[in-house]
C-alpha cells in the first residue's frame, strides 16, 4: 500500500456570508455585516486546489453541507421571532474550513493498522455544532473502506472538539510512524478556549494511540486571547518539520523538548515575537499554512497573500529562505474571500495520510473534475450575498438548487 498525504480542501458553499458568527475570530468579527462573494469565493478555493494539483500533489474534496439547514431551524421552533444571528448559523456555509472537519490518525500510528477519523463536535460555536452528523455522512462515503478507514462520530457535546485545527502530526515521514500532538486550551481571556483536553485524549483512545508518541500541549492563552481561536492559527508541523510562533504554546520549550524526546530528527523552526508579533501572525495568517512535502522531497509553505504582502512577515520569510533552512519554498495563494471570514490555507484543507486507491474516486481531484465543478460555481453560485438577504425565500431556492447541481455533477447523489 502506498501512503501519501492527501488534502481534503472543502468547497465554498453558495450560502457563504459575512455574519460575523464566529467569537473569537478577528477576521470573522471585522468584516461581519459586509458583502460576500460566494463564486468568488468557490473559484478561489479550486484555485488553491489547483494550484496544488500542479505541484505534482494528491488532492480531494469535500462537498458544501445542506444549507439552510432546515433541521436546525425546526429543532429551535424558528418562527421569524429567533435572534438573527441563530438564522444566520442555519445558512452558515462555514464547513468548507475542513481542517475542522475531524481529527485524522494514519494507519502507521494506529493499533488496529487503519486510518481513523473523529469527526469534530464544534460545540463552541452555534453555527458550527449542527455540522457534524452531515459530516459523518460524508466522510462514511469517501471513507468507506472499513479494511483501510474507521470513521467515529463525534466525542460527547459536554467536550469541546474543533478538528485537525487543534492536532498536528509528525514524522520522519507521511507515511512512517508519527507522533501526534493534540494541543488544549484552558483559557482564552476574553474568548472561549474551543478545545476541551478531555476531548483530545479521548479522540487518542478512539484511534488506538501509542501513549508514548502521543502530546498533549497546552494552548497560550495569550494567543487565544489575541485572536488565535485554534493553534493552525499560530503553529503548523509536517513531517519532521513544526513551524511556530514563539507564543503559540503555555510552555514552549517543554514543548519543543517533549517533541524532540519523542522525534528526535525534529526541525523546529520558531517565529520569534520581535520579529512578528502575535498580531501580525493572526492579521496575515502566516502560520495558516500548508507546510506540503513536494515530490523532490523539499518542504514548502503554501501562504495567503496576505503573508506575503505584509512587511514584517515578508521580510521574516525572506530571511528565513536565505538561512536555507528546512522550508525551501514560499508560495502565496489568493484566498481572500476565505480570509474574510477568518480562514486560511490551512483552514481549507484536511490532511489524510492514506493510499489514495482505498479513498471513493468520486471525492479526488484532476484537471478535468476540477473544470467541471467551477462549471457548476460559474452557473449556479450566487455573485453576491448581502447578510440582511438570509432567510429570503428565493435566495434559499437558489442555494439548494446549486448545491444539488454539483452534487448531479459529481455523482453523488446519495448527499442530496
Same mark, same amino acid.
Given at each position: 500500500m502506498s501512503l501519501v498525504e492527501i488534502n481534503f480542501d472543502g468547497i465554498v458553499g453558495p450560502s457563504h456570508n459575512y455574519a460575523g458568527l464566529s467569537l473569537g475570530n478577528i477576521a470573522s468579527a471585522s468584516?461581519?455585516?459586509?458583502?460576500?462573494?460566494?463564486?468568488?469565493?468557490?473559484? @478561489?478555493?479550486?484555485?488553491?486546489?489547483?494550484?496544488?494539483?500542479?505541484?505534482?500533489?494528491?488532492?480531494? !474534496?469535500?462537498?458544501?453541507?445542506?444549507?439552510?439547514?432546515?433541521? !436546525?431551524?425546526?429543532?429551535?421552533?424558528?418562527?421569524?421571532?429567533?435572534?438573527?444571528?441563530?438564522?444566520?448559523?442555519?445558512?452558515?456555509?462555514?464547513?468548507?474550513?475542513?481542517?475542522?472537519?475531524?481529527?485524522?490518525?494514519?494507519?502507521?500510528?494506529?493499533?488496529?493498522?487503519?486510518?481513523?477519523?473523529?469527526?469534530?463536535?464544534?460545540?463552541?460555536?452555534?453555527?458550527?455544532?449542527?455540522?457534524?452528523?452531515?459530516?459523518?455522512?460524508?466522510?462514511?462515503?469517501?471513507?468507506?473502506?472499513?479494511?483501510?478507514?474507521?470513521?467515529?462520530?463525534?466525542?460527547?457535546?459536554?467536550?469541546?472538539?474543533?478538528?485537525?485545527?487543534?492536532?498536528?502530526?509528525?514524522?520522519?515521514?507521511?507515511?512512517?510512524?508519527?507522533?501526534?500532538?493534540?494541543?488544549?486550551?484552558?483559557?482564552?481571556?476574553?474568548?472561549?478556549?474551543?478545545?476541551?483536553?478531555?476531548?483530545?485524549?479521548?479522540?487518542?483512545?478512539?484511534?488506538?494511540?501509542?501513549?508514548?508518541?502521543?502530546?498533549?500541549?497546552?494552548?497560550?492563552?495569550?494567543?487565544?486571547?489575541?485572536?488565535?481561536?485554534?493553534?493552525?492559527?499560530?503553529a503548523v508541523a509536517n513531517e519532521r518539520v513544526l513551524f511556530t510562533h514563539e507564543q503559540a504554546f503555555a510552555d514552549p520549550e517543554g514543548t519543543y523538548a517533549a517533541i524532540r524526546a519523542a522525534l528526535p530528527e525534529a526541525e523546529i523552526v520558531v517565529v520569534p515575537a520581535d520579529a512578528v508579533s502575535l498580531a501580525d501572525a493572526i492579521k496575515s495568517y502566516l502560520f495558516n499554512a500548508q507546510l506540503l512535502t513536494l515530490p523532490s522531497g523539499e518542504q514548502a509553505l503554501v501562504i495567503p497573500l496576505e503573508a506575503w504582502e505584509h512587511p514584517r512577515v515578508r521580510a521574516w520569510l525572506d530571511g528565513m529562505l536565505a538561512s536555507n533552512g528546512p522550508i525551501r519554498r514560499v508560495l502565496p495563494v489568493d484566498v481572500r474571500q476565505s480570509m474574510a471570514n477568518g480562514g486560511g490555507p490551512a483552514c481549507l484543507r484536511l490532511r489524510v495520510v492514506a493510499d489514495p486507491a482505498t479513498v471513493d474516486p468520486r471525492f479526488l481531484l484532476d484537471e478535468a473534475k476540477i473544470a467541471r465543478i467551477e462549471a457548476v460555481v460559474a452557473a449556479h453560485w450566487p455573485?453576491?450575498?448581502?447578510?440582511? @438577504?438570509?432567510?429570503?425565500?428565493?435566495?434559499?431556492? @437558489?442555494i439548494i438548487a446549486a448545491r444539488l447541481a454539483l452534487l448531479e455533477a459529481l455523482d453523488l447523489g446519495e448527499l442530496a
Open positions: 468584516n461581519a455585516g459586509d458583502t460576500s462573494y460566494p463564486r468568488a469565493a468557490a473559484l @478561489q478555493g479550486l484555485g488553491k486546489m489547483r494550484h496544488n494539483l500542479g505541484l505534482g500533489l494528491t488532492q480531494g !474534496f469535500l462537498l458544501p453541507l445542506p444549507r439552510p439547514n432546515g433541521a !436546525f431551524l425546526a429543532a429551535i421552533g424558528a418562527d421569524g421571532t429567533e435572534d438573527r444571528r441563530l438564522l444566520a448559523a442555519a445558512w452558515s456555509a462555514s464547513s468548507m474550513w475542513t481542517a475542522n472537519a475531524a481529527t485524522v490518525s494514519p494507519a502507521p500510528d494506529t493499533a488496529d493498522g487503519r486510518c481513523h477519523l473523529t469527526a469534530a463536535n464544534l460545540v463552541t460555536m452555534p453555527h458550527r455544532s449542527q455540522e457534524w452528523p452531515d459530516t459523518v455522512k460524508q466522510l462514511r462515503i469517501a471513507f468507506a473502506d472499513a479494511t483501510h478507514f474507521a470513521v467515529h462520530d463525534a466525542v460527547p457535546t459536554c467536550f469541546g472538539d474543533e478538528g485537525a485545527a487543534n492536532h498536528m502530526r509528525m514524522g520522519s515521514a507521511h507515511g512512517a510512524p508519527g507522533i501526534e500532538i493534540f494541543v488544549y486550551g484552558k483559557s482564552g481571556g476574553p474568548f472561549p478556549a474551543r478545545q476541551h483536553e478531555q476531548a483530545s485524549r479521548a479522540v487518542a483512545r478512539l484511534h488506538g494511540l501509542d501513549p508514548a508518541r502521543t502530546l498533549f500541549v497546552e494552548q497560550n492563552p495569550e494567543a487565544i486571547a489575541a485572536g488565535a481561536f485554534h493553534n493552525d492559527v499560530v455573485e453576491a450575498i448581502r447578510p440582511d @438577504q438570509l432567510g429570503d425565500p428565493a435566495l434559499a431556492e @437558489q
